[in-house]
């Protein structure tokens, strides 16, 4: 079974740090692209990073460049999210997904909650 | 870019067929063709439900059919079941750097 399991959420203080963790098993994760997006309370969806296969490719969203760094551990199946100066409009819940391109986001996370709050 | 245009809701007896629109510009859609759906259950992670304007990923409902004509795609459900009550979000992949943008969403009630 494909599977994409997220951790590292919870509760930062505005200009704190966080780093989230995503898992990934039953499909090869060395080969596949892989992003983060994310969803604030009562809100749409937002591509926030993604990552090429090999980590030498990274694109980010306007709102996050320079405070948040994707990477990824292909030995461990593993993706994260570097998380810096977080603001209150960063809280959100945050997933994890397997990049197909244009054939589209075909596996998520479960997500983890991002609370920015003093 | 700014989120596509979806309706808030719509709404349908069970058995009746709905269809979402998702507008976008031609920046958006023009001369791309990558339009996905995705199903939101309450509390959930978002599903994908079609990719490529018209295609279904294995393991979805056939009741789930995309089309795209200029730049509105649309999203319909036939045969509207319970398990349907879902948020709905489109999504539109233009390119390597920026990759998705995703519909402002529409949350589908079955009455």
């Known amino acids: 079974e494909v599977q994409l399991v997220e951790s590292g959420g919870g509760l930062v203080q505005p200009g704190g740090s966080l780093r989230l963790s995503c898992e990934g098993s039953?499909?090869?994760?060395?080969?596949?692209?892989m992003i983060w997006g994310r969803q604030a309370p009562r809100k749409g969806l937002e591509w926030v990073a993604n990552?090429?296969?090999?980590?030498?490719?990274?694109y980010y969203v306007d709102s996050v460049k320079g405070r948040f760094t994707i990477s990824r551990d292909n030995a461990k199946n593993s993706l994260y999210l570097q998380m810096n100066s977080l603001r209150a409009e960063d809280t959100a819940v945050y997933y994890c997904?397997?990049?197909?391109?244009?054939?589209?986001?075909?596996?998520w996370g479960q997500g983890t909650l991002v609370t920015v709050s003093p | 870019q700014s989120a596509l245009t979806q309706p808030a809701s719509v709404s349908g007896s069970p058995g009746r067929s709905i269809t979402i629109s998702c507008t976008g510009t031609?920046?958006?859609?023009?001369?791309?063709?990558?339009v996905s759906w995705y199903q939101q259950p309450p509390g959930k992670a978002p599903k994908l439900m079609i990719y490529?304007?018209?295609n279904r990923p294995s393991g979805v409902s056939n009741r789930f059919s995309g089309s795209k004509s200029g730049n509105t795609a649309s999203l319909t459900i036939s045969g509207l079941q319970a398990e349907d009550e879902a948020d709905y979000y489109c999504?539109?992949?233009?390119?390597?750097?920026?990759?998705?943008?995703f519909g402002t969403g529409t949350k589908v009630t079955v009455l």
């Open positions: 997904a397997r990049d197909l391109g244009y054939l589209g986001l075909d596996t």
């Open positions: 039953g499909f090869t994760f060395s080969r596949s692209w």
């Open positions: 990552i090429k296969e090999d980590g030498s490719e990274k």
């Open positions: 031609s920046s958006d859609f023009g001369g791309y063709r990558y």
């Open positions: 490529d304007v018209t």
């Open positions: 999504s539109s992949y233009t390119n390597i750097s920026t990759p998705y943008v």
